[in-house]
Structure formats: structure tokens, C-alpha cells
């Protein structure tokens, strides 16, 4: 897959939330968790979603703000933001907060799909983060999805930039929908 341009002075979106955005239902809400300057957002309101972005630093808000509703927020140390709500979307990259990882599974509503994308285990020999409160372990994106129907998953090296990594796409089964499996596209690199 070609990798995008980045767009408006953000940096490009990453290629594995490109690749998969195609499993979202047409506009639907999306929540992009530790957005920054949003440039998922950016990518996601430019495809028609309605997009909500979270973040702790009120001057990357201040840059997400344009494409998108915004929260400042400390989901570290403060509450989840969004008990009880749910979202056709829910984007994470070079995130990881575990004691959050529930409440971030739990946003994705029914039929809607979780796009994650973070540092592993074995980053520390390459580069940052290095600390292992920051580096998944071994299956553990996997493990956090259980009651989700996982559509892709990576858990490797990539070496340019050299860095560990896990991804996952994946969807929640939505009600009635047991029997027939739903049929998502596997798009090609």
C-alpha cells in the first residue's frame, strides 16, 4: 500500500488504520483516544465520519479542534471520559494505557470496530519507549479483544523506523448476528 501524504502540516495517517478505516459503516461516529494534533481525526472527517478526539494536552486539542469535537482529558489519572457510550469506531495508536484497556474495548458499539496500533515487547533493543509499562507483551492486544471478532492482527518488527509493534482490527459482532458470518473485506498491503 502506498503510504499517504501527510495532510495539512500533521503527519500521515498510520498505514494500518488506512488500510482497515474501510471496515467502518459510512458515517459513523468515530473516537480517536490520545488523538494529539488529530490526524486520524483529519483522516476520518475527511472520509465523512463524525469524530471525536481525546487528549490531555490542550495545544494539540487546539490543532484537532478543526476537524472534529474535542476532550481535554487525563485518562491516566482521571475517569473515562465516556462511561455508558459507544462509538462505530474507536482508534488507538502509540498508546497504551492498560488499566484503560477495558474501558476502550467497551466504547466500541455494536457491528463497530476497534483500530489499534502500539509498541511491543522488544522495542526497549530498539529505541523508544523502552519502559515495559509502555510495550505490550506477547498476545496481550489479542487477549484485551476476546469478545471482538479479530479481522487482523500483527504482532512483529517492522525496520524502517525500526520498531516493534502489535496491531489489531476488529469488529464487534453486532445483535443477531450469529449464523451467518459477516463478511469483511481483506484489503491487500
Same mark, same amino acid.
Given at each position: 500500500?502506498?503510504?499517504?501524504?501527510?495532510?495539512?502540516? /500533521?503527519?500521515?495517517?498510520? /498505514?494500518?488504520?488506512?488500510?482497515?478505516?474501510?471496515?467502518?459503516?459510512?458515517?459513523?461516529?468515530? =473516537?480517536?483516544?490520545?488523538?494529539?494534533?488529530? &490526524?486520524?481525526?483529519?483522516?476520518?472527517?475527511?472520509?465523512?465520519? *463524525?469524530?471525536?478526539?481525546?487528549?490531555?494536552? +490542550?495545544?494539540?486539542? +487546539?490543532?484537532?479542534?478543526?476537524?472534529?469535537?474535542?476532550?481535554?482529558?487525563?485518562?491516566?489519572?482521571?475517569?473515562?471520559?465516556?462511561?455508558? &457510550?459507544?462509538?462505530?469506531?474507536?482508534?488507538?495508536?502509540?498508546? =497504551?494505557?492498560?488499566? &484503560?484497556? #477495558?474501558?476502550?474495548?467497551? #466504547?466500541? #458499539?455494536?457491528?463497530?470496530?476497534?483500530?489499534? *496500533?502500539?509498541?511491543?515487547?522488544?522495542?526497549?533493543?530498539?529505541? %523508544? @519507549?523502552? &519502559?515495559?509499562?509502555?510495550?505490550?507483551?506477547?498476545? *496481550?492486544? /489479542?487477549?484485551?479483544?476476546?469478545?471482538?471478532?479479530?479481522?487482523?492482527?500483527?504482532?512483529?518488527?517492522?525496520? +524502517?523506523?525500526?520498531?516493534?509493534?502489535?496491531?489489531?482490527?476488529?469488529?464487534?459482532?453486532? @445483535?443477531?448476528?450469529?449464523?451467518?458470518?459477516?463478511?469483511?473485506?481483506? %484489503?491487500?498491503?
Amino acid at each position: 500500500m502506498k503510504e499517504p501524504a501527510p495532510m495539512h502540516g /500533521l503527519s500521515a495517517p498510520s /498505514l494500518w488504520v488506512v488500510r482497515w478505516s474501510h471496515l467502518l459503516a459510512p458515517r459513523t461516529t468515530v =473516537l480517536d483516544v490520545a488523538c494529539g494534533a488529530g &490526524r486520524h481525526m483529519q483522516w476520518f472527517a475527511a472520509q465523512g465520519h *463524525e469524530v471525536t478526539g481525546v487528549d490531555r494536552s +490542550a495545544e494539540a486539542l +487546539a490543532t484537532a479542534g478543526a476537524f472534529g469535537r474535542t476532550l481535554e482529558a487525563d485518562i491516566e489519572s482521571g475517569s473515562w471520559p465516556f462511561g455508558g &457510550r459507544a462509538f462505530g469506531a474507536v482508534i488507538v495508536t502509540n498508546y =497504551l494505557w492498560r488499566p &484503560r484497556l #477495558a474501558d476502550i474495548v467497551s #466504547a466500541v #458499539a455494536p457491528g463497530g470496530v476497534l483500530l489499534y *496500533e502500539t509498541f511491543a515487547a522488544g522495542n526497549e533493543t530498539v529505541g %523508544k @519507549p523502552s &519502559r515495559p509499562d509502555f510495550l505490550l507483551q506477547p498476545g *496481550e492486544l /489479542l487477549a484485551a479483544c476476546a469478545d471482538l471478532r479479530v479481522v487482523a492482527y500483527e504482532d512483529g518488527f517492522e525496520p +524502517a523506523p525500526e520498531r516493534f509493534v502489535q496491531r489489531i482490527a476488529a469488529v464487534r459482532p453486532a @445483535p443477531g448476528s450469529a449464523g451467518a458470518p459477516r463478511r469483511h473485506l481483506l %484489503k491487500g498491503n
